[in-house]
């Protein structure tokens, strides 16, 4: 493991167990579904607080708002000595009750968001039963967006980037008509180091290949027909984010 996929692990670990030792505080909602995802601008540095929030808090809407990665609430997000982070919950900002998750940016430029499963949150009583074959697509590459146009503003070169997803066992993909069901509870997305031109010029294919061990971990029942998961799929699902990084 080489010197940015440590750091990147140990900030994803850190990350999880404030969220671990937080979570009943906070009044993070239950949720058998999590995604998580990190990421590094590179190469390492430490960016002023001031300009880092800034830029943060200046970052345009997303295409589709409910998702903006890194939303800053209506209390704001807060200092942690060299974080910035903030608690999104229902009871917290109760016009996003569908949406509950917990995020944090590092002065060094690393950044990390924990979302729990919105199918779990919109259907308490069914939780762990579906899962969306397009919120992933739509979430990383939200999370590399949002990576390549803070790492422009503040003068980084690369990206290294890392997910899971948790509690997928047993799930079946709501877009397939319940024709697929997970056969294993988690999946990681291995760390993988870009350039943060690279993604902007091809963030269908990055996107498509890191998920690929997420989807294989949905098997076929009784013949279902093939997933039409080909670049097409990709490509309209991401056109907003490309749009976006234009601006």
Known sequence: MDEPEANLSQWTADSIAKWEAWKHYRRFPSSRGLCILSYGLLPTRNVVHADLQ???????????RWWTPFFQGSSGPGWDRDVLEEWITPET???????????????????FLLRASREDLTDPEHQGSSFSTILPVYWLGGLLAHGVR????????SI??????????????????????????????EPTHVRI???????????????????????????????????????????????????
């Open 54 to 64: 800034r830029v943060l808090a200046q970052m345009p809407p997303a295409p589709k």
């Open 93 to 111: 900002t109760p016009e996003l009750h569908e949406r509950a998750e917990f995020w944090r940016v590092s002065s060094d430029g690393r950044a």
């Open 150 to 157: 803070l790492g422009r503003i503040l003068g980084f070169s």
């Open 160 to 189: 290294i980037f890392s997910g899971t997803w948790k509690g997928l066992f047993g799930r079946y993909l709501s877009d397939s008509d319940g024709h697929y069901v997970a056969v294993q509870d988690s999946v990681l997305i």
């Open 197 to 247: 031109e690279d993604v902007a010029a091809s963030l269908t294919d990055h996107v498509a290949v890191a998920l690929q061990p997420l989807y294989d971990s949905f098997e076929a029942q009784g013949g279902a027909a093939q997933l039409p998961l080909g670049p097409s799929f990709f490509d309209v699902q991401l056109a907003d984010w490309q749009e976006w990084l234009k601006g």
